[in-house]
C-alpha cells in the first residue's frame, strides 16, 4: 500500500511519538509498505509519522546518491525506537528538502557524524557510528521522530522568511508529484 504524505501543519508531524514494541501489528507489512511509499515518491528517508502513525519508527534509503556516492549503493535501513547520543562538533551545511514540505529547500546545518542506538525491523539492537549523507539523512528522519521538520533548524529570521510559504503548506497551498493529505 502506498500511503499518502502528511503535509506540514498536520497535527500528527507535530505529535508524540509512541515507542515501537516487537508485537506491534503488522510491522513488517508497515515497513515494507513505507520503502514502497519512499519509492513512489522518489525520497530518501521516511518516517512514520509522515504517513500518520505516530511511532518512533523510521527508513532511510540513500540508494539514489550511489551515482556519486558508490559506498550507498544498497544502502537501505530501518530505524525503530532510535536515539542519536552523541553528535560531532564538526557541522555542515547542506540543502534540505522534505517529503512534508513539498517544493521547499534551505540549507541546513548539522552535526557530520552522529551514534546512535536503535533496533531494526528484527529487533536487533545496534550501536553505530554514521557518517557523510546517512547521517544527514538518518538525522532529518529521526527530528520527525521528535515532532520536528528541518525549518525548525533554520535561524529565527530565516524561519521568518517562510512564515507565509509554511502557513500555505497547511491551507493546501503547495504541488506534489504524490499523494498527500493535511
Not at 505516530?54 to 525506537?81: M, S
Request: glycine share 6%; aromatic share 10%.
Amino acid at each position: 500500500m502506498i500511503y499518502p504524505i502528511v503535509i506540514y501543519g498536520s497535527p500528527a508531524l507535530r505529535n508524540a511519538n509512541a515507542e515501537v514494541t516487537a508485537d506491534y501489528p503488522e510491522l513488517k507489512k508497515l515497513i515494507d509498505d513505507m520503502f514502497l511509499t519512499l519509492s513512489d515518491t522518489g525520497g530518501v528517508g521516511l518516517a512514520a509519522p509522515q504517513i500518520g502513525k505516530n511511532i518512533k519508527l523510521f527508513i532511510v534509503d540513500c540508494t539514489p546518491y550511489a551515482e556519486e556516492h558508490p559506498e550507498l549503493a544498497d544502502y537501505r535501513r530501518v530505524f525503530i525506537n532510535a536515539e542519536i547520543y552523541e553528535s560531532s562538533d564538526e557541522t555542515e551545511l547542506f540543502n534540505e528538502g522534505c517529503l512534508s514540505l513539498p517544493g521547499l529547500y534551505e540549507d541546513v546545518r548539522r552535526p557530520v557524524s552522529i551514534r546512535m542506538r536503535y533496533v531494526d525491523e528484527n529487533f536487533e539492537e545496534h550501536d553505530e557510528l554514521f557518517e557523510g549523507l546517512p547521517a544527514r539523512v538518518i538525522q532529518h528522519e529521526y527530528d520527525h521522530t521528535l515532532g520536528k521538520v528541518f525549518t525548525d533548524r533554520l535561524a529565527p529570521l530565516r524561519r521568518s522568511l517562510l512564515k507565509g510559504k509554511l502557513l500555505g503548506f497547511s491551507k493546501g497551498k503547495f504541488r506534489a508529484a504524490y499523494k498527500t493529505r493535511q
